[in-house]
């Protein structure tokens, strides 16, 4: 029988009825199915949620601490620079000429001429460059570059050459009308990935007269086309120097460059004038100007601002001056030093030599009068101050004793910066001018806004300022400006508004820490002022995923990366689990397992949520803390020649590296055991750790696998791979 054809008999001589309520649920089960169905849904796009925003602030923590890591190492290639060369007795080397602009310095004329000497051979099928460019040129640069084409050598110098005179005639501040445009379009940072540049042209159109463009720095970096991405923005900036404006960014810093990547790019595509082009690229970075200013209502940097950045005095600065914002001015440098000496000569007559303790108590008072002097003095509810720099005074203003910078870790744990604590504990009597422009420049490089009033030390990126809503009105107000836009911090949408609406961050390198973290953006201004935001993804996988396949690539990928950051800390993370675990058991709480791992790693991250994806938990509820080891382990058993000596070099692998590739001056990929030693005794004497030349030895020998006599480079890098476990049973299976 049919679903309602069944009637009562008695009912058949009579109209029949229809049982309504067989046929529909009551109202108030709909509702609350409906409820069931809402609740649920809720929670599950709630859990979603926390997991996409644990992994962005895994991402982003880690990626801030590399940039603390970078800070500090940059102090060992100054160290080195001063070091290596004596101990290779080989004179000036390409340390020098990265690290020292005044190391043998070429004329430009004698540049010119080594360019035109260059020979293109019949056999290079890429494009051929005349200056000064077409579009026919740029067109070919396009095309080239989409087929996976590498330009000549002889036109990158030129086009270098080139682009280093026509920034030499540009003002350090821009200033545009978007009267002769209908629209003005703002790029931010691109990171080396070309994909996302062609899609902007392609979307927004190639840069014209009728087509502005400006690009907030940050273009190398990270990805694997940087020097593609310049050699077009390049290109298209002498094509069109009224209708292409480039902004300086905190990666547009040779000294940056060498951890993230460029400087390794460079070499490997120009094995043959890779020198020379980074030595040019030295020149031109620091030539870009630092910001622009539309209609007098709009100001344009890369990082920020601080409490005390004076754009009359940017205007004013030698920006060619700072080649690296890492490095303080070398005039600066001789002046804290000595500084330095009559500023410790006077402690040491004051202070009893009996009694270390009591030195550190007076540092302490002293440290403590300073930050109350410059808190005093200060509008704002904390004075501006970077771990790294930041300006304490204008050309025009009473120059200040500067706060502390926050507490650094031990040498162990982190390089020390030789120019942090000794600028930051003594009052200078008088900054030199190119000491305030360097802090000019990097507040404007490196900050970041907070929601919070008042500016302070970016002490998590270490480096710049950050600065509040009211330091933002107060400067937008003094120039009479509306809007301020930056880039420098990656956004999950491409773009974020704060501060009320003043300040906006753009961001235009889609899937930045992993395919599908992050869309990039762009925004268009027109004459009246009113932003316009386009987003967009670079994906070929992507949008076949739902959002919580997504979220699972994005959150195992950053999940991997934080393991890794364990197990490089594994010595110190079980040295301080034990000292809660006085029996012995293996287990400690969650809460103070919590609170060791932040106390080691400082990435401000919140481990209690995280806990169910790193360690396990036993029956009675406690953390066994060794499981957080488990999933991982060395790609290459190395023989513990000294205690912790292989987790240490682990630690600092990507340092290594880069030393690594600065030592390896022929290229070969392959550096003496000799010249592997010496590196190691200099970087450990650095470190503070202290290991002996035998150690050393043996350590270098167990890394040299195939017993040559030399260090691989392969070898190197597969000595101190990590391999996470989870991985290898799937590839097995698979």
Same mark, same amino acid.
């Given at each position: 029988?049919?679903?309602?054809?069944?009637?009562?008999?008695?009912?058949?001589?009579?109209?029949?009825?229809?049982?309504?309520?067989?046929?529909?649920?009551?109202?108030?089960?709909?509702?609350?199915?409906?409820?069931?169905?809402?609740?649920?849904?809720?929670?599950?796009?709630?859990?979603?949620?926390?997991?996409?925003?644990?992994?962005?602030?895994?991402?982003?923590?880690?990626?801030?601490?590399?940039?603390?890591?970078?800070?500090?190492?940059?102090?060992?290639?100054?160290?080195?620079?001063?070091?290596?060369?004596?101990?290779?007795?080989?004179?000036?080397?390409?340390?020098?000429?990265?690290?020292?602009?005044?190391?043998?310095?070429?004329?430009?004329?004698?540049?010119?001429?080594?360019?035109?000497?260059?020979?293109?051979?019949?056999?290079?099928?890429?494009?051929?460059?005349?200056?000064?460019?077409?579009?026919?040129?740029?067109?070919?640069?396009?095309?080239?570059?989409?087929?996976?084409?590498?330009? +000549? @050598?002889?036109?990158? &110098? $030129? %086009? /270098?050459?080139?682009?280093?005179?026509? !920034?030499?005639?540009?003002?350090?501040?821009?200033?545009?009308?978007?009267?002769?445009?209908?629209?003005?379009?703002?790029?931010?940072?691109?990171?080396?990935?070309?994909?996302?540049?062609?899609?902007?042209?392609?979307?927004?159109?190639?840069?014209?007269?009728?087509?502005?463009?400006?690009?907030?720095?940050?273009?190398?970096?990270?990805?694997?086309?940087?020097?593609?991405?310049?050699?077009?923005?390049?290109?298209?900036?002498?094509?069109?120097?009224?209708?292409?404006?480039?902004?300086?960014?905190?990666?547009?810093?040779?000294?940056?460059?060498?951890?993230?990547?460029?400087?390794?790019?460079?070499?490997?595509?120009?094995?043959? +004038? @890779?020198?020379?082009? &980074? $030595? %040019? /690229?030295?020149?031109?970075?620091?030539? !870009?100007?630092?910001?622009?200013?539309?209609?007098?209502?709009?100001?344009?940097?890369?990082?920020?601002?601080?409490?005390?950045?004076?754009?009359?005095?940017?205007?004013?600065?030698?920006?060619?001056?700072?080649?690296?914002?890492?490095?303080?001015?070398?005039?600066?440098?001789?002046?804290?030093?000595?500084?330095?000496?009559?500023?410790?000569?006077?402690?040491?007559?004051?202070?009893?030599?009996?009694?270390?303790?009591?030195?550190?108590r007076m540092k302490r008072k002293k440290k403590s009068r300073l930050t109350k002097q410059s808190s005093s003095s200060s509008s704002s509810s904390s004075s501006s101050a970077s771990s790294v720099c930041s300006p304490r005074a204008s050309c025009r203003a009473t120059p200040r004793r500067p706060p502390p910078s926050p507490r650094l870790p031990s040498?162990?744990?982190?390089?020390?910066?030789?120019?942090?604590?000794?600028?930051?504990?003594?009052?200078?009597?008088?900054?030199?001018?190119?000491?305030?422009?360097?802090?000019?420049?990097?507040?404007?490089?490196?900050?970041d806004p907070k929601n919070q009033n008042g500016c302070s030390p970016n002490s998590f990126r270490g480096g710049g300022c950050y600065f509040g809503p009211d330091v933002t009105q107060r400067l937008l107000k003094k120039h009479g400006m509306c809007l301020l836009i930056r880039s420098h911090e990656c956004k999950q949408e491409g773009y974020e508004l704060?501060?009320?609406?003043?300040?906006?961050?753009?961001?235009?390198?889609?899937?930045?820490?992993?395919?599908?973290?992050?869309?990039?953006?762009?925004?268009?201004?027109?004459?009246?002022?009113?932003?316009?935001?386009?987003?967009?993804?670079?994906?070929?996988?992507?949008?076949?995923?739902?959002?919580?396949?997504?979220?699972?690539?994005?959150?195992?990928?950053?999940?991997?990366?934080?393991?890794?950051?364990?197990?490089?800390?594994?010595?110190?993370?079980?040295?301080?689990?034990?000292?809660?675990?006085?029996?012995?058991?293996?287990?400690?709480?969650?809460?103070?397992?919590?609170?060791?791992?932040?106390?080691?790693?400082?990435?401000?991250?919140?481990?209690?949520?995280?806990?169910?994806?790193?360690?396990?938990?036993?029956?009675?509820?406690?953390?066994?803390?060794?499981?957080?080891?488990?999933?991982?382990?060395?790609?290459?058993?190395?023989?513990?020649?000294?205690?912790?000596?292989?987790?240490?070099?682990?630690?600092?692998?990507?340092?290594?590296?880069?030393?690594?590739?600065?030592?390896?001056?022929?290229?070969?990929?392959?550096?003496?055991?000799?010249?592997?030693?010496?590196?190691?005794?200099?970087?450990?004497?650095?470190?503070?750790?202290?290991?002996?030349?035998?150690?050393?030895?043996?350590?270098?020998?167990?890394?040299?696998?195939?017993?040559?006599?030399?260090?691989?480079?392969?070898?190197?890098?597969?000595?101190?791979?990590?391999?996470?476990?989870?991985?290898?049973?799937?590839?097995?299976?698979?």
């Amino acid at each position: 029988m049919g679903c309602g054809t069944s009637v009562a008999i008695e009912n058949q001589g009579r109209p029949s009825e229809v049982d309504v309520s067989a046929r529909q649920p009551s109202p108030a089960l709909t509702i609350k199915a409906a409820v069931l169905i809402q609740r649920w849904y809720r929670r599950y796009v709630a859990r979603l949620e926390i997991r996409r925003r644990y992994t962005w602030n895994i991402f982003q923590s880690i990626e801030y601490a590399g940039e603390q890591d970078q800070l500090q190492l940059s102090s060992f290639f100054s160290f080195m620079l001063d070091n290596f060369t004596q101990l290779n007795g080989n004179g000036p080397d390409l340390i020098s000429h990265l690290l020292d602009s005044a190391v043998d310095p070429v004329t430009e004329e004698v540049r010119q001429c080594k360019y035109e000497q260059i020979v293109v051979p019949d056999s290079y099928s890429g494009p051929r460059l005349s200056f000064p460019l077409s579009v026919t040129d740029t067109n070919a640069l396009l095309s080239a570059f989409k087929e996976q084409q590498t330009l +000549h @050598g002889k036109y990158v &110098l $030129q %086009l /270098l050459h080139e682009t280093q005179k026509f !920034l030499k005639q540009m003002p350090n501040v821009i200033y545009l009308s978007s009267s002769y445009a209908k629209e003005i379009t703002i790029c931010g940072d691109l990171h080396g990935r070309l994909d996302d540049l062609l899609l902007i042209f392609y979307k927004n159109g190639l840069p014209s007269a009728e087509n502005p463009y400006i690009f907030n720095g940050d273009f190398v970096d990270r990805g694997k086309k940087s020097i593609e991405i310049i050699i077009i923005l390049f290109a298209f900036l002498l094509l069109y120097p009224d209708h292409m404006h480039l902004n300086r960014g905190n990666h547009e810093d040779h000294i940056m460059n060498l951890r993230y990547g460029f400087t390794k790019e460079v070499m490997q595509k120009y094995k043959t +004038h @890779g020198r020379e082009i &980074l $030595q %040019l /690229l030295q020149d031109v970075f620091s030539l !870009l100007p630092i910001a622009t200013i539309i209609d007098n209502k709009v100001l344009i940097v890369h990082g920020g601002i601080s409490d005390k950045t004076d754009l009359y005095f940017l205007s004013s600065v030698e920006r060619h001056r700072v080649k690296s914002a890492l490095r303080l001015p070398k005039r600066s440098l001789d002046h804290t030093d000595v500084c330095c000496s009559r500023s410790s000569s006077r402690q040491s007559r004051r202070a009893r030599v009996d009694s270390p303790c009591s030195t550190g108590r007076m540092k302490r008072k002293k440290k403590s009068r300073l930050t109350k002097q410059s808190s005093s003095s200060s509008s704002s509810s904390s004075s501006s101050a970077s771990s790294v720099c930041s300006p304490r005074a204008s050309c025009r203003a009473t120059p200040r004793r500067p706060p502390p910078s926050p507490r650094l870790p031990s040498p162990v744990d982190m390089l020390q910066v030789p120019f942090l604590d000794s600028i930051v504990s003594l009052a200078l009597p008088e900054p030199p001018r190119e000491e305030l422009e360097w802090r000019q420049i990097v507040d404007v490089l490196w900050s970041d806004p907070k929601n919070q009033n008042g500016c302070s030390p970016n002490s998590f990126r270490g480096g710049g300022c950050y600065f509040g809503p009211d330091v933002t009105q107060r400067l937008l107000k003094k120039h009479g400006m509306c809007l301020l836009i930056r880039s420098h911090e990656c956004k999950q949408e491409g773009y974020e508004l704060c501060h009320n609406g003043q300040v906006i961050t753009i961001f235009s390198a889609s899937n930045y820490y992993e395919e599908g973290s992050n869309r990039g953006a762009y925004v268009k201004l027109g004459p009246e002022l009113i932003p316009r935001f386009f987003q967009y993804q670079v994906s070929r996988s992507t949008r076949k995923l739902t959002l919580q396949q997504r979220v699972s690539v994005a959150e195992s990928s950053a999940l991997k990366a934080l393991q890794e950051k364990l197990f490089a800390h594994r010595s110190e993370l079980m040295a301080a689990f034990q000292q809660y675990d006085i029996n012995n058991t293996g287990r400690i709480s969650t809460n103070e397992w919590a609170q060791v791992v932040e106390s080691v790693l400082r990435l401000d991250l919140p481990w209690r949520t995280l806990r169910p994806r790193l360690v396990r938990l036993a029956s009675d509820g406690n953390v066994e803390y060794e499981s957080c080891f488990e999933n991982i382990s060395a790609g290459q058993p190395i023989p513990q020649v000294t205690p912790n000596l292989a987790e240490t070099m682990y630690r600092y692998r990507t340092d290594l590296e880069i030393i690594f590739n600065i030592i390896d001056k022929d290229h070969s990929g392959q550096i003496s055991i000799e010249e592997f030693r010496q590196t190691w005794k200099l970087f450990s004497s650095h470190l503070g750790v202290d290991v002996d030349d035998q150690a050393i030895d043996d350590m270098a020998r167990s890394i040299d696998f195939n017993k040559d006599g030399s260090i691989d480079f392969n070898e190197f890098l597969e000595a101190f791979r990590v391999v996470h476990k989870l991985d290898m049973k799937e590839q097995q299976q698979g």
